[in-house]
């Protein structure tokens, strides 16, 4: 997949010097070292030959987007404008340069893109395991994952889907995908194991997939990506007094930071959400910080 | 000496056939460009798929046009640089269409359809000159050969 997305010269030194089934991310930057994440490590990306940094050049960021987009950029403008693109293959690239508005003070385009984030999605087979023993108790529990940038959140939201609408559980399952992250859906094909029963909404946002997708698609629960306002709060809202279990995330590494943004406060003191599950990367992605009722007690027994 | 008079009338008339057969060429050239813009913007406004996919749906009779696609595709995916257009083509139209291919799909879908629309104006003009142009000069290039053809074996015999 990668080699699809880098230009060929960068591609083979990459190749040549690390495992490409452990890179987690690529740092790009105009002038400036590239930098891998490689099992969670990050290293400067060097020659071989000479061990000199590779730096980036503009033209090899204007090839990424460029063999990205597929040379159609009309056509990912919506998910330029919200800061990245996403590949074949689930590859998604935040991308930031300078924002221009238009008029009303939307954002119009993102110019003169100077950084690439190139962000490998890996599948962890049962990483949510402990936490499905919680969120499946006599039906499915509303539930919130909480985390900073970086702690598997998504990958940890992924192994729910799959094992929530999987050969051994049916429950009918509505992936709203604003960011493309979860199912990374890549014209009209969906990447990432999310469970046979599963339908997709990319691209929307979740007052708009919320509204379509319950009255359309009747699901059993809906699973989506970070919460980021009011309208995403209340779209939430909505669902869950309707009768639909809800499954989200949202960037905070803790209750407290979870409690100082408006619209997870909203969310938590209405009681919404049944389990709340704090993740961290302290000993790896991953790593259980808590997990906490609608009364914010916590219910997790270390080990289970 | 028969034989030979005849041989000069058929590669008079051939070589009638060829200049007057690059007006038809260059007339349906125009018609299958100026069908693919409108595909283009219809695409670009609406449905708005990868331009490669969109070559890949575009099935153009014209097997000059069916070449172009090939390259335009290669060109976009910056497999090649260049892109070589059909030799019926005068200098200053082959450049015209060269910087319409390396702005594609460079821009936001309004300003890219604006670019479409714009050079879909140009390609109906041009397709409309080409076949008036056709439609005068064909057959009298065709006729005029195969004339000349005639008065060489006259000469000549």
Request: charged share 10%; hydrophobic share 45%; proline share 0%.
């Given at each position: 997949m990668l080699q699809e997305i880098l230009p060929p010269d960068l591609y083979n030194i990459i190749s040549k010097s690390f495992n490409l089934d452990f890179i987690f991310e690529i740092r790009i930057r105009v002038n400036k070292p590239i930098v891998i994440n490689h099992s969670g490590v990050l290293k400067y990306l060097k020659n071989k030959e000479d061990n000199s940094l590779v730096c980036a050049t503009k033209s090899d960021i204007e090839k990424i987007i460029a063999s990205t987009t597929q040379s159609s950029l009309y056509a990912f403008m919506n998910e330029i404008k919200q800061g990245f693109i996403t590949a074949k293959g689930g590859i998604r690239i935040g991308i930031s340069g300078e924002v221009v508005y238009a008029e009303n003070q939307q954002v119009q385009t993102i110019k003169n893109i100077s950084s690439l984030n190139i962000r490998i999605p890996h599948e962890i087979k049962n990483c949510a395991h402990t936490a499905l023993c919680y969120i499946l108790n006599g039906g499915i529990n509303s539930t919130l994952i909480l985390s900073a940038p970086g702690a598997g959140k998504t990958t940890f939201l992924k192994d729910i889907c799959a094992n929530i609408s999987s050969e051994n559980r049916i429950y009918q399952t509505l992936i709203c995908d604003e960011r493309y992250?979860?199912?990374?859906?890549?014209l009209g094909n969906v990447v990432n194991n999310v469970g046979l029963c599963t339908d997709v909404i990319s691209g929307a946002t979740k007052e708009f997939a919320f509204n379509f997708g319950i009255r359309t698609m009747k699901p059993d629960v809906i699973i989506c990506d970070e919460i980021m306002n009011m309208q995403d709060a209340e779209a939430i809202k909505k669902a869950i007094n309707s009768g639909v279990s809800v499954i989200a995330t949202a960037h905070a590494s803790s209750l407290t930071d979870a409690k100082s943004r408006k619209e997870l406060k909203f969310l938590i003191d209405n009681k919404l959400f049944k389990r709340i599950i704090v993740l961290s990367a302290r000993n790896g992605p991953g790593t259980y910080e808590g997990i906490y009722n609608e009364n914010l007690n916590s219910i997790y027994k270390i080990g289970e | 000496m028969v034989i030979v008079c005849g041989a000069v009338v058929v590669i008079s008339g051939l070589i009638g056939y060829y200049f007057s057969n690059k007006l038809t060429k260059k007339s349906k050239f125009y018609k299958n460009m100026l069908e693919f813009c409108e595909k283009l913007e219809l695409n670009v406004g609406f449905l708005q798929d990868t331009m490669p996919e969109l070559i890949e749906n575009f099935k153009p009779p014209n097997a000059d046009m069916q070449n172009l696609m090939i390259q335009l595709k290669d060109y976009l995916a910056r497999k090649n640089n260049n892109i070589s257009l059909p030799?019926?083509?005068k200098e200053n139209e082959k450049q015209d269409l060269f910087n319409f291919f390396s702005h594609l799909g460079k821009h936001d879908a309004n300003s890219e359809q604006k670019i479409v629309m714009a050079f879909k104006q140009t390609m109906a003009n041009k397709a409309q000159e080409a076949e008036e142009y056709k439609n005068k000069n064909a057959p009298i290039i065709f006729k005029l050969a195969t004339f000349i053809g005639l008065a060489l074996a006259i000469i000549i015999y």
């Open positions: 992250e979860i199912a990374s859906s890549h | 030799t019926f083509l």
